[in-house]
Nanobody
Framework: QVQLVESGGGLVQAGGSLRLSCAASGLSFSNYRMGWFRQAPGKEREFVATINSISTSTYYVDSVKGRFTISRDNAKNTVYLQMNSLKPEDTAVYYC?????????????????WGQGTQVTVSS
């Protein structure tokens, strides 16, 4: 069975940094697009970032561009989200997810498997 396990969340001061990790098992990791999403209390789940299977293309929501970097290590079956210059509005539960190849242009939809989430709290 596919399993995604996020780690690296925690409490950080505004302006600080965190690196989230997501370890995948039960799938051919190198064949899948990977994404990061987040959800704050009372809000809908929001797309944050995605990376294609061979690390040649990335996309970010506007609010994190220039601050967050998504990357992956296919040899380790792991995707990362480096978060710099954190703001209180980044506070949320962060989830990683996988997407098999699909014939659509949008990269923020059609993810099939999800991790349990890791809490990121940014204090002001």
């Amino acid at each position: 069975q596919v399993q995604l396990v996020e780690s690296g969340g925690g409490l950080v001061q505004a302006g600080g940094s965190l690196r989230l990790s997501c370890a995948a098992s039960g799938l051919s990791f190198s064949n899948y697009r990977m994404g990061w999403f987040r959800q704050a209390p009372g809000k809908e789940r929001e797309f944050v970032a995605t990376i294609n299977s061979i690390s040649t293309s990335t996309y970010y929501v506007d609010s994190v561009k220039g601050r967050f970097t998504i990357s992956r290590d296919n040899a380790k079956n792991t995707v990362y989200l480096q978060m710099n210059s954190l703001k209180p509005e980044d506070t949320a539960v962060y989830y990683c997810a996988t997407r098999r190849p699909v014939g659509v242009q949008r990269v923020d939809v059609h993810y099939d498997y999800w991790g349990q989430g890791t809490q990121v709290t940014v204090s002001s």
